[in-house]
């Protein structure tokens, strides 16, 4: 992720534990974590819904998703030019003896945003 331009700075455990502090291209962005979805083997990623407080831009939510080339294929809204591209890449990639790792974003309304808040309070307190 580092490579990549993203660096973990700091959280704010004390103030508010689901907070947490992103610099991403040396720009500093503070995130609220709403929930988190485990990687699974069955799901084959990983997914994060977040929100930014006080954000200059207008975006209610955020869900970032990390998995592999096949659980992600499906997930992505890509004309059939563009599907035959990323296979491309993919089957590139996995000759060279690398193990592809897509990652997405999608921005959230804020209908989406509550749904998943209320959903996915209702998953944890039901492992309780």
């Known amino acids: 992720a580092e490579y990549m331009g993203f660096k973990y700075t700091q959280t704010r455990h004390k103030e508010n534990p689901s907070e947490y502090q992103v610099q991403i291209n040396n720009e500093k962005y503070n995130f609220e974590v709403l ?3 485990d990687f699974s083997y069955d799901r084959g990623r990983f997914s994060i819904v977040v929100k930014r407080p006080n954000a200059e831009i207008d975006d209610d939510g ?15 809204l890509l004309s059939e030019n563009e599907k035959d591209q990323y296979k491309a890449v993919i089957r590139s990639m996995t000759s060279q003896g690398l193990k592809p790792v897509i990652y997405a974003k999608r921005y959230l309304s804020v209908e989406e945003v509550e749904n998943y808040v209320t959903n996915y309070q209702r998953y944890k307190t039901s492992l309780i």
Request: without cysteine.
């Open 35 to 37: 929930g988190i979805n």
């Open 62 to 76: 955020l869900l970032y998703v990390k998995g592999d080339n096949v659980s992600m294929m499906d997930l992505l």
